[in-house]
């Protein structure tokens, strides 16, 4: 039984429609032309109001959103957000980073540029080859919710008086991603560990109290392709990841290809892969150009992989990493490093890892709340 | 969400929907202006943004429209200013109209004869298809203020209509 004012209103509807010099849908799709791009690079650019204390410096973008939009811009400008003035004059503050991983190259001696890498295409088809044989992973009996558990990385800073205290911040992501694309993924941060001790007002500001955040969306093409629907064949499935790629990309911020390769594997690998699209993917990846092979190296969950890179050339000089396992072919970690100072972050050593993200499992399950065996 | 991840996701769910809401208020040209203020603001502003996403939308018309509202009295200071000077003034490009079909040409002279307030409930509700609650939060009034606004809207709108002869209309709107 409609109200007196839901009556009204759509009485209002029905009149006001035929005079609606805008009707819906008219100017569908202009976030994205010319003007609508112009309008959003133009306000980003504008300088951010400061920060409060202890903010946290979470990953620049959620793996699955945001793919390729300014990244190193992006990046340099929260990294200076991240510097926050607590109390009292500060002092110029050195952001502390994740240890590098170490990659091991046979006869060859790091550290390397880009145009002295070997391509990695004999280890990318190796790698194919290998996932290709694994058997597919077992779906148990009415489980049809994908589960994928990561590890992630984000960094707390906050500035005082001349001293800095900084953290890291672990991260434990469970998603779960429903064959009608609706999805859910809680965050859950661990205990920060302080890796730069600065006064007390500073540490009790990175010292945050773990939290919780969760978080939940409807719509499948915010967050990417939805596996079940990726062709397996290398070229089409090119095709379609560099497609949906499109919306998150801006002209202006156009970047290689394979960096958009990059993003876009790296996101999807927050859903169940089965082995015949990840060595598709591989496959994909080995047709690329400006793909290397950094080397062996041993991932930070302790496990041993194969890295492979591509360049953006940027600010900073962004490389992404991905790191598969040898013996099954499988996505294990992606990094993100700043082989130069874009700008000026207060890093102490170049290159810099500023985020990762660790695939630590993934299975099926029966509902949005309980993670795969 | 890092912030600019968070204005980014704003920006692309929404921003089509703060230029239809200039653009049937305004010409084109000044339409993307008054969105991109919008987002300007929204900018600065985020923690401000409602946590509910029902109520992102609204809470960006409501800006939209002293934007709106701030472009329309500098124009008319402009024109004012260029009329005192015995200058042939620009064309006061209020709002493109839809083609000439009859009925959109009287209701829109039904809307003229109308208060600005009683115009934008009858848009927001009509045109943005905003309900009550959402409709209150963008023209920052209480729910209840609001429907008794949308009821003497719809009243005078009717009489209005009634009053370019379009008796069909009038009764379509219930008018009394």
């Known amino acids: ?56 410096f979470p990953r620049q973008w959620p793996p699955r959103l945001l793919a390729g939009i300014g990244a190193a811009t992006a990046l340099a400008a929260a990294a200076a957000v991240a510097l926050t003035i607590v109390a009292g004059r500060a002092g110029p503050a050195v952001i502390a980073t994740p240890a590098n991983l170490d990659y091991h190259l046979t006869g060859i001696q790091q550290p390397l540029t880009a145009t002295q890498l070997p391509s990695a295409r004999p280890v990318l088809l190796r790698l194919a080859r290998t996932a290709a044989r694994q058997p597919s992973p077992t779906q148990p009996p009415g489980t049809d919710i994908g589960y994928v558990l990561t590890k992630e990385w984000n960094m707390t800073v906050a500035v005082a008086g001349g001293t800095s205290s900084t953290a890291l911040t672990p991260q434990l992501d469970q998603t779960w991603t429903s064959p009608d694309g609706s999805f859910r993924q809680v965050e859950r941060s661990g205990q920060p560990q302080l890796i730069g001790a600065g006064s007390q007002v500073t540490n009790q500001a990175v010292g945050a109290a773990p939290t919780l955040r969760v978080l939940s969306d409807r719509t499948a093409a915010q967050f990417g392709p939805l596996v079940q629907h990726l062709p397996t064949d290398p070229a089409k499935l090119r095709a379609t990841l560099i497609h949906d790629a499109r919306p998150y990309t801006f002209k202006s911020h156009a970047a290689p290809v394979p960096w958009y390769l990059f993003r876009t594997i790296a996101g999807i690998g927050h859903e169940v892969l089965s082995p015949q699209l990840t060595a598709a993917l591989w496959r994909v990846l080995a047709a690329m150009p400006r793909v290397h092979y950094l080397g062996t190296t041993v991932d930070r969950a302790g496990r041993a992989g194969e890295a492979v890179a591509t360049d953006f050339g940027g600010r900073g000089n962004e490389r992404l990493v991905l790191i598969i396992d040898p013996s099954t072919g499988r996505l294990l970690d992606e990094e993100d490093i700043f082989m130069t100072n874009p700008g000026k972050l207060t890093i102490r050593n170049f290159p810099a890892v500023i985020g990762y993200v660790v695939y630590l499992r993934q299975g099926w399950t029966v509902t949005m709340r309980t993670p795969a065996p | 969400m890092d912030r600019q991840a968070t204005f980014t996701q704003l920006y692309r769910e929404h921003y089509d929907s703060v230029l239809c809401y200039a653009a049937r208020r305004t010409d084109a040209d000044t339409a993307r202006d008054i969105a991109a203020e919008t987002f300007l603001v929204a900018w600065r502003r985020l923690a401000a943004v409602p946590q509910d996403p029902r109520f992102v939308r609204p809470w960006l018309y409501g800006v939209a429209r002293r934007v709106l509202s701030n472009a ?10 260029a009329h005192l000077q015995n200058q042939h003034s620009a064309p006061d490009h209020v709002r493109d109209l839809a083609d000439s079909v009859a009925g959109q040409m009287q209701l829109d002279q039904a809307l003229q004869r109308l208060t600005e307030r009683d115009r934008e409930v009858l848009r927001l509700i009509g045109w943005e298809e905003l309900d009550i609650c959402e409709a209150a939060l963008a023209m920052g009034c209480t729910r209840a203020a609001m429907a008794v606004r949308l009821h003497r809207a719809r009243r005078r709108l009717a009489l209005a209509l009634q009053a370019t002869e379009q008796p069909s209309a009038a009764a379509a709107v219930g008018g009394k």
């Open chain 1, 1 to 56: 039984m409609m109200t007196t004012s839901q009556k009204n209103a759509e009485l209002i509807r029905q009149m006001m429609a035929a005079g609606n010099p805008a009707p819906a849908g008219s100017l569908r799709g202009s976030w994205r032309d010319s003007r609508g791009e112009a309008t959003y690079l133009r306000i980003i650019a504008r300088p951010q109001p400061r920060s409060q204390p202890g903010v946290r």
């Open chain 2, 72 to 81: 329309e009295r500098s124009r008319r200071r402009e024109l004012l200013a």
